[in-house]
C-alpha cells in the first residue's frame, strides 16, 4: 500500500448506529487529518492531530469522535449521526504541520449517507 | 468575506488546448502558501502544485504552472496541452502564515469544474 488509504470507501448507516472510519498513512508523516465534504460547501477541516496529539478541534459535534493511536493511524467514530452528517469524509496527512511549505496528501474518502 | 474565490464554477475546453483556472485570494498577513488540488470523480484529492508568497518565480509542475500576481491577489492554475484525464474538481486553496507561525488550517475555494472535451 503506498500514500493514504481509507476504509471504507462508501458506508450506509442509520441514525442509531455506531461505526468507524479507518485511516492509514504509508507516507511517514507526524500529522493527520480528517475533512468533511459536503455538497456545494467548501471542505471543512474537522480534526488535526500532529504526533498523536489533537492540536485542532473545529467545533465538531461530539458525535464525531477521533482516535489516533499512532503516527499512522487515525480514526473517526461516528454514532447517532443526523442525515446532514452525510458527505465524503477525506483523511490527510503531512509531514510538518508547522510548516508553511507542509502539504497535505489525502486519502480516496469515505462516502458516508445517512438514512 | 470570501478568502479564497474562485469564479469559474465549470469549463468546457477542447482537448489539447491550454486552460486557465482562476483564483483569487484575501489576506492580510505577508506570508502565505498557495496550492491547487484536483478532485476526480473517484473522490481523492491529488496536490497539484504550491507557491510561496516570497517565491520571486512562478512554480512549475510538468503542464502546471501557477500564474502568480500578488499586487493582484490572483494565483490562477494553467493547464497546459489539456487531456481527458484533466477531467476533475479543482480546488485553490491557503494557508496563511509560513514557517513555524504558519497556520495548520487550509482555507479553500468552492472548487471549478473542469471538463475536456475530445
Known amino acids: 500500500e503506498t500514500g493514504v488509504t481509507q476504509t471504507p470507501r462508501h458506508l450506509v448507516m442509520g441514525m442509531t448506529n455506531k461505526k468507524s472510519l479507518k485511516c492509514e498513512q504509508h507516507?511517514?508523516?507526524?500529522?493527520m487529518y480528517w475533512y468533511k465534504q459536503s455538497a456545494k460547501k467548501p471542505l471543512e477541516l474537522m480534526f488535526v492531530?500532529?504526533?498523536?496529539?489533537?492540536?485542532e478541534n473545529n467545533s465538531v459535534p461530539s458525535r464525531f469522535s477521533p482516535e489516533c493511536p499512532n503516527s499512522s493511524h487515525l480514526f473517526l467514530h461516528l454514532h447517532t449521526l443526523q442525515p446532514e452528517d452525510s458527505a465524503l469524509y477525506l483523511c490527510?496527512?503531512?509531514?510538518?504541520?508547522?510548516?508553511?511549505?507542509?502539504?497535505?496528501?489525502f486519502g480516496p474518502g469515505t462516502r458516508l449517507t445517512v438514512l | 468575506a470570501q478568502k479564497i474565490t474562485q469564479t469559474q464554477p465549470g469549463m468546457f475546453v477542447q482537448e489539447k488546448e491550454a486552460v486557465t483556472l482562476d483564483c483569487t485570494y484575501d489576506?492580510?498577513?505577508?506570508?502565505?502558501?498557495l496550492f491547487w488540488y484536483k478532485q476526480p470523480s473517484s473522490g481523492e484529492m491529488i496536490f497539484l502544485i504550491y507557491?510561496?508568497?516570497?517565491d520571486e518565480q512562478n512554480a512549475t509542475e510538468g503542464r502546471y504552472s501557477l500564474n502568480f500576481q500578488k499586487a493582484r491577489k490572483s494565483a490562477n492554475l494553467v493547464i497546459s496541452a489539456s487531456q481527458l484525464g484533466d477531467s476533475a474538481m479543482y480546488f485553490c486553496?491557503?494557508?496563511?502564515?509560513?514557517?513555524?507561525?504558519?497556520?495548520?488550517?487550509?482555507?479553500w475555494g468552492a472548487g471549478t469544474k473542469l471538463i475536456i472535451k475530445p
Open positions: 490527510a496527512s503531512s509531514q510538518d504541520p508547522g510548516g508553511g511549505t507542509d502539504t497535505q496528501y
Open positions: 507516507l511517514g508523516h507526524n500529522a
Open positions: 492531530y500532529s504526533l498523536e496529539e489533537r492540536v
Open positions: 489576506t492580510s498577513d505577508q506570508s502565505y502558501g
Open positions: 507557491q510561496g508568497s516570497y
Open positions: 486553496a491557503m494557508r496563511e502564515g509560513q514557517g513555524w507561525d504558519s497556520n495548520y488550517q487550509l482555507i
